[in-house]
């Protein structure tokens, strides 16, 4: 059974940094592609970051630019999203998903945690 489990989400105030965290099991981890993506409320879910197998190929959304990074640690089976610069809008549930090819689309994500709240007070 394939579980993704996010944690480190919480409250911060805007300038503020969290780390998210996603530990997946029952699948081979190094092989997945892994993305996040968050959705606001009344909001469709959104891409965020993407991160290949290897790790050698990331993108990411125009709006985390140069304040959101995306890493993964394939012997803890562990992806990871550094955020700074949190602004109010960064306000969403955040979730991980697992792909076997590289994409930003959450179509192309076959599993999907349950989700971290991220929420940025002004």
């Known amino acids: 059974q394939v579980q993704l489990v996010e944690s480190g989400g919480g409250l911060v105030q805007a300038g503020g940094s969290l780390r998210l965290s996603c530990k997946a099991s029952?699948?081979?981890?190094?092989?997945?592609?892994m993305g996040w993506f968050r959705q606001a409320p009344g909001k469709e879910r959104e891409f965020v970051m993407a991160?290949?197998?290897?790790?050698?190929?990331?993108s990411y959304a125009d709006s985390v630019k140069g304040r959101f990074t995306i890493s993964r640690d394939n012997a803890k089976n562990t992806v990871y999203l550094q955020m700074n610069s949190l602004k109010p809008e960064d306000t969403a549930v955040y979730f991980c998903?697992?792909?076997?090819?590289?994409?930003?689309?959450?179509?192309?994500?076959?599993?999907w945690g349950q989700g971290t709240q991220v929420t940025v007070s002004s």
């Open positions: 998903a697992a792909a076997t090819r590289y994409t930003t689309s959450s179509l192309g994500y076959h599993y």
């Open positions: 029952g699948l081979p981890f190094s092989s997945y592609a």
């Open positions: 991160i290949s197998w290897s790790g050698g190929s990331t």
